[in-house]
């Protein structure tokens, strides 16, 4: 077996174990209580992000080292997954599409022309 399909198979095992947990969260926290641990995730995450930046241009010093760096990113991305899940939110597989058409878009020469014209 592959290490893919391994993981995917511990995936599925983890997600059988932690649904009645999740609503076990959402039946000791408030709503808004939960979209302010989102919020604060997200800053968090937000914040890793900046850090990886600084670290890749060496222009501020920071002494994180880059694993120490992803590590933190891939922390907060999992606490930003898990107020998700506890919220029963997630995204859309049209708006994703459509925002990955944009972006492309976007950075093609015809987009930069359209937005300097604009």
Same mark, same amino acid.
């Given at each position: 077996? =592959?290490?893919?399909? *391994?993981?995917?198979?511990?995936? +599925?095992?983890?997600? =059988?174990?932690?649904?009645?947990?999740? /609503?076990?969260? @959402?039946? !000791?926290?408030? #709503?808004? &209580?939960?979209?302010?641990? *989102?919020? +604060?995730?997200?800053?968090?995450?937000? /914040? &890793?992000?900046?850090?990886?930046? $600084?670290? *890749?241009?060496?222009?501020?010093? !920071?002494?994180? !080292?880059?694993?120490?760096?992803? =590590?933190?990113? /891939? #922390?907060?991305?999992?606490?930003?997954?898990?107020?998700?899940?506890?919220?029963? @939110?997630?995204?859309?597989? !049209?708006?994703?599409?459509?925002?990955?058409? $944009?972006?492309?878009? @976007?950075?093609? +020469?015809?987009?930069?022309?359209?937005?300097? =014209?604009?």
């Amino acid at each position: 077996m =592959d290490k893919k399909t *391994l993981a995917m198979r511990e995936l +599925e095992k983890l997600n =059988d174990n932690i649904v009645p947990k999740l /609503q076990e969260i @959402r039946n !000791t926290i408030p #709503e808004p &209580a939960l979209y302010e641990q *989102l919020a +604060e995730e997200c800053v968090e995450l937000a /914040q &890793a992000c900046l850090k990886k930046a $600084r670290k *890749l241009r060496d222009e501020n010093f !920071t002494p994180k !080292t880059m694993n120490d760096i992803d =590590d933190s990113i /891939q #922390e907060e991305l999992t606490d930003v997954a898990l107020c998700l899940r506890v919220l029963k @939110r997630g995204y859309d597989p !049209t708006i994703l599409n459509d925002k990955v058409d $944009r972006w492309i878009f @976007r950075n093609s +020469e015809i987009g930069r022309n359209v937005a300097n =014209d604009g």
